[in-house]
């Protein structure tokens, strides 16, 4: 059984391939994310072509949302590892209304813990958490769908 997780690793290593190798987007979808097993599940292959053409498509906005919260140090100068697993959770956080901002979050540790430092996983749950309350309270975070009762019952 595939699970996001493993489907979230895979766009992780699309776009540090897209990034680092400057192929077109159509390779790396065919040679990355066509090729592997899950694949032939349509929705997971659909929501990893998602998240990749979405962190893609809102790069520069993700990157000045992430720029905003990391105080007097410049993005560039980020670990390009941590800096993309930002963007992937940045993009679920604003474009993905089903999966709840928690769920992001943790798999955005996650990711952190297994490819960067040993501090990443902090680092990474210190940036969004302040960039959640920011969106929050800009009302760019639209959540609905299951996992999200506590929103709706107002805790």
Same mark, same amino acid.
């Given at each position: 059984?595939?699970?996001r997780r493993?489907?979230?690793?895979?766009v992780?290593r699309?776009?540090?391939?897209?990034?680092?190798? &400057?192929?077109?987007?159509?390779?790396?979808?065919? =040679?990355?994310? &066509?090729?592997?097993k899950?694949?032939e599940?349509?929705e997971?292959?659909?929501?990893?072509e998602?998240?990749?053409?979405?962190s893609?498509?809102h790069?520069e906005?993700?990157?000045e949302? =992430?720029?905003?919260h990391?105080?007097?140090w410049?993005?560039?100068?980020?670990?390009?590892?941590?800096?993309?697993?930002l963007k992937?959770a940045?993009?679920?956080?604003?474009?993905?209304e089903?999966?709840p901002?928690?769920?992001?979050?943790?798999?955005?540790?996650?990711m952190a813990?297994?490819?960067? =430092?040993?501090?990443?996983?902090?680092?990474?749950?210190?940036?969004?958490?302040?960039?959640? =309350?920011?969106?929050?309270e800009q009302?760019?975070?639209?959540k609905?769908g299951?996992g999200?009762i506590? &929103?709706?019952?107002g805790?």
């Open positions: 059984m595939i699970n493993k489907v979230r690793e895979t992780l699309a776009l540090y391939a897209h990034q680092l190798g &400057k192929d077109s987007t159509q390779h790396v979808v065919d =040679t990355l994310i &066509k090729k592997e899950f694949s599940e349509k997971l292959r659909r929501f990893a998602k998240l990749f053409f979405r893609l498509d790069s906005e993700l990157d949302i =992430t720029s905003k990391i105080r007097n410049d993005i560039n100068r980020l670990a390009l590892i941590d800096r993309l697993i992937m940045l993009c679920e956080f604003v474009y993905f089903e999966i901002t928690k769920v992001s979050i943790n798999e955005a540790i996650e813990k297994r490819y960067s =430092t040993a501090k990443s996983g902090r680092f990474i749950n210190g940036i969004l958490d302040a960039a959640l =309350t920011d969106l929050e009302g760019k975070i639209q609905k299951r999200l506590e &929103k709706t019952l805790k």
